[in-house]
């Protein structure tokens, strides 16, 4: 079979090499998109148990979901301690469980 490159005659088994390389790439950088996407969806879920201060639930779940929180570090301190059990929870549900133990509200915006 011959193959031919832009009507200038038949592709030599370099110019088939050289296409295959570049199939083979494209098709890799598709592949870690793709799984970058899929960890980027499963870190949003959330085991955790612990009770302790505002500040040491807000780091364990930057540890899980790489989402950064901000925020008065005075008012964080203020705050009672907190109780928290969850099992592969969604972050956005974990979030709601922890501030409905305090007077504070919280707005989750992308990752920082």
Not at 21 to 45: D, E, P, S, W
Not at 69 to 93: M, Q
Request: charged share 20%; aromatic share 12%.
């Amino acid at each position: 079979m011959n193959y031919y490159y832009f009507g200038r005659g038949p592709l030599t088994w370099q110019g088939r090499f050289i296409r295959g390389v570049f199939k083979f790439c494209c098709l890799l950088m598709l592949l870690i998109a793709m799984q970058g996407y899929t960890l980027h969806a499963n870190a949003q879920r959330v085991t955790l148990k612990l009770k302790g201060k505002l500040e040491q639930v807000l780091s364990e779940l930057t540890e899980q979901t790489g989402y950064g929180f901000v925020g008065d570090s005075r008012l964080l301190r203020d705050v009672g301690e907190i109780s928290i059990d969850v099992s592969n929870e969604n972050l956005e549900t974990v979030l709601q469980k922890v501030f409905a133990q305090t007077n504070m509200v919280y707005t989750l915006e992308d990752r920082i």
